[in-house]
T-cell receptor
C-alpha cells in the first residue's frame, strides 16, 4: 500500500524564487492536510481540503502561500516569492472521511531551505 | 480555542527505565486522541489512538496511553524504554472537525 507521497524530499533555493511542493494522498482518502514544522513553532496546520475543496486556510501565513488540489490524487503548496523564514519541513497528510475520527497518515515531508 | 499541552519538552532516560509523557488538552466536547512518533529524519507515524470505549489503549512497540476525561489528559507510557525509542512524540486532539491539534512535542532521548 503506497503511503502519502511528497516531492521533492529536499529543496534548496534562493530567496525570491518560487517554490512548489507536491503531494499525492493515499488513494481513497478524501481529506488532505498541509503542515509546516519548525523548531520554534512546532507543527502548524496550514490548510486542509475535503474532496478537493479548501475548507480551512486560516493557518496559511500570508499571501505568498497558496495551495491547490486540482484532483483527488494531487495537491500543491506554492510559495512565491520565498523568504528565508519559510525554511522548514513541510508535511502533507491524508485521511478518510471524518466519521469515526480517522487518523491522518503523513508523507515523508519536504525539507525546504531558502538561502 | 482548543489547545494541547505537552509539558515535558525533553526527557532523557536510561534503557529499561519507565516512561510517562504528559498530555493535557482544553476542549469540553467529545474528542479523539492520538499519539504520533517522529523518529529522527522521518515523518510522523501513528503510535496509538483513542476514540471510545476502554480508556486504556495499547499501541505499537509496547506503548500505551490512558484517557482520563476528568483530567483532560492522555498520558503516554511504556514500562521499559529502549534506545530505539529515541524520537519526538506528539500528542494530538481531534474535535468536531477533522483536523488535528498537535502539542509542541516531547523529545525523548534514551541512553544505552
Amino acid at each position: 500500500d503506497a503511503g502519502v507521497i511528497q516531492s521533492p524530499r529536499h529543496e534548496v533555493t534562493e530567496m525570491g524564487q518560487e517554490v512548489t511542493l507536491r503531494c499525492k494522498p493515499i488513494s481513497g482518502h478524501d481529506y488532505l492536510f498541509w503542515y509546516r514544522q519548525t523548531m520554534m513553532r512546532g507543527l502548524e496546520l496550514l490548510i486542509y481540503f475535503n474532496n478537493n475543496v479548501p475548507i480551512d486556510d486560516s493557518g496559511m501565513p500570508e499571501d505568498r502561500f497558496s495551495a491547490k488540489m486540482p484532483n483527488a490524487s494531487f495537491s500543491t503548496l506554492k510559495i512565491q516569492p520565498s523568504e528565508p523564514r519559510d525554511s522548514a519541513v513541510y508535511f502533507c497528510a491524508s485521511s478518510l472521511r471524518r466519521a469515526g475520527g480517522q487518523p491522518q497518515h503523513f508523507g515523508d515531508g519536504t525539507r525546504l531551505s531558502i538561502l | 480555542a482548543q489547545s494541547v499541552s505537552q509539558h515535558n519538552h525533553h526527557v532523557i532516560l536510561s534503557e529499561a527505565a519507565s516512561l510517562e509523557l504528559g498530555c493535557n488538552y482544553s476542549y469540553g466536547g467529545t474528542v479523539n486522541l492520538f499519539w504520533y512518533v517522529q523518529y529522527p529524519g522521518q515523518h510522523l507515524q501513528l503510535l496509538l489512538k483513542y476514540f471510545s470505549g476502554d480508556p486504556l489503549v495499547k499501541g505499537i512497540k509496547g506503548f500505551e496511553a490512558e484517557f482520563i476525561k476528568s483530567k483532560f489528559s492522555f498520558n503516554l507510557r511504556k514500562p521499559s524504554v529502549q534506545w530505539s525509542d529515541t524520537a519526538e512524540y506528539f500528542c494530538a486532539v481531534q474535535t468536531g472537525a477533522n483536523n488535528l491539534f498537535f502539542g509542541t512535542g516531547t523529545r525523548l532521548t534514551v541512553i544505552p
